[in-house]
């Protein structure tokens, strides 16, 4: 059996649409316990935070959860909908984890899958409009989460000290490069105004996740959405505009005007978590490019009568196909990857012994 208070828990982010997905749910389940449906606020590395819209409270996973997830390449992220139940010393277990109607995730240098957040809505991408103002990696913040049913908008932050010359040049540039229709804003974070801009995303049940490099300007952001200073925020180096890590852990909070926002750590690196044909539909202008190349087999490097080299920016497609590369090297297995390792470190050894020829090495 399941207790949900719908009204509670909407001011929280419970959506018709997750209710109904916890009642399917909770009635496959063989549970003779009466399991109450809270959302996660936080996780930490062995309890979690969750909440009933009026309280707070810390629970820990059953380890047959867990386990389950971890075989399913997952485990519990901010904005997951879980239900619990009390043992007889009164201490929380969560015992089930709803499927997530909407999941990020991204993989780290070896691979492996790591949850970022669930059900959330709108991703606001932050990018501030100083030194830390990057085409290619909002691209990838894009391919994150554009592949997830979620909607993105793109957030330019510190637009109080960049001049409105260059707020014109940079928006004019992402919408020269980005996919039609992108929602953009240049805005300053600390300014309340900023709530007022965004109200679109902010209604009630709603919940938007902030994601962008550390010293973008997201825990600023979060602040002045809450009209209150939660979170931490740090400087940013003055040579390179790079900003400290105040956010260390992602974090659910609710909103006055109805929603919630999930704020998260700064990332250097990202490498989303999706297949070939969802990195294409992001890069719709070079799928749709690429059947009038000459060759039905081109890369687009150098062949002769690429159609993809001739009408997208050179950046663009050289992250394009960063992205592709490192797909691939996310889907092969331990000894695929072992074999292209041997590979290269055999043309490597070919390629030094034609250098000793040519220069006359015995």
């Known amino acids: 059996m399941i207790d949900l208070n719908v009204e509670r828990l909407r001011s929280i982010g419970l959506t018709p649409a997750m209710a109904q997905a916890a009642f399917a749910f909770s009635s496959t389940i063989d549970d003779t316990k009466r399991l109450r449906l809270l959302r996660v606020t936080e996780v930490h590395r062995e309890t979690i935070v969750v909440h009933d819209g009026e309280q707070e409270a810390s629970g820990r996973p059953m380890p047959r959860l867990t386990r389950e997830l ?9 904005g997951d909908w879980v239900l619990l139940a009390p043992d007889a010393h009164g201490e929380l277990w969560v015992h089930e984890r709803i499927p997530p109607l909407t999941h990020i995730a991204r993989r780290d240098a070896d691979g492996r899958r790591h949850p970022v957040v669930s059900n959330v ?3 606001l991408l932050v990018m501030s409009l100083d030194d830390d103002f990057n085409p290619r990696r909002l691209e990838r913040f894009l391919t994150l989460v554009q592949t997830q049913g979620v909607v993105p908008v793109v957030v330019l932050t510190k637009a109080d000290v960049v001049t409105p010359v260059r707020i014109g040049q940079a928006l004019d540039e992402l919408r ?3 996919p039609a229709g992108l929602e953009m804003l240049a805005l300053d974070g600390r300014d309340p105004a900023s709530a007022q801009a965004l109200a679109p995303w902010l209604g009630t049940g709603q919940t938007l996740v902030l994601l962008g490099s550390s010293g973008a300007g997201k825990s600023t952001l979060t602040n002045a959405l809450l009209g209150a200073a ?5 400087a940013v180096r003055e040579h390179d505009s790079r900003g400290k ?3 260390t852990s992602r974090s659910l909070h609710r909103l006055p005007s109805g929603a919630c926002v999930i704020d ?10 999706v297949d070939e044909a969802s990195l294409d539909a992001v890069f719709g202008d070079i799928a749709a ?8 087999d081109c890369q687009h490097g150098a062949e002769p009568g690429c159609a993809v080299r001739e009408g997208v920016s050179p950046d663009r497609l050289r992250n394009y196909q960063k992205l592709q590369r490192e797909l691939r090297r996310d889907t092969q297995t331990a000894l695929e990857r072992e074999k292209q390792l041997s590979q290269w470190k055999t043309l490597m050894r070919a390629g030094r012994e034609r250098g000793k020829q040519k220069r006359g090495v015995g």
């Open 70 to 78: 971890a075989d399913a390449g997952t485990a519990i992220a901010v």
């Open 121 to 123: 809505d709108t991703a």
């Open 176 to 178: 020269e490069r980005l």
């Open 230 to 234: 939660v979170q931490d925020t740090g």
């Open 245 to 247: 890590h105040t956010t």
């Open 264 to 273: 998260t750590p700064g990332v250097r690196t990202l490498r989303p978590d």
């Open 289 to 296: 490019l690429a059947p009038l190349c000459r060759f039905r």
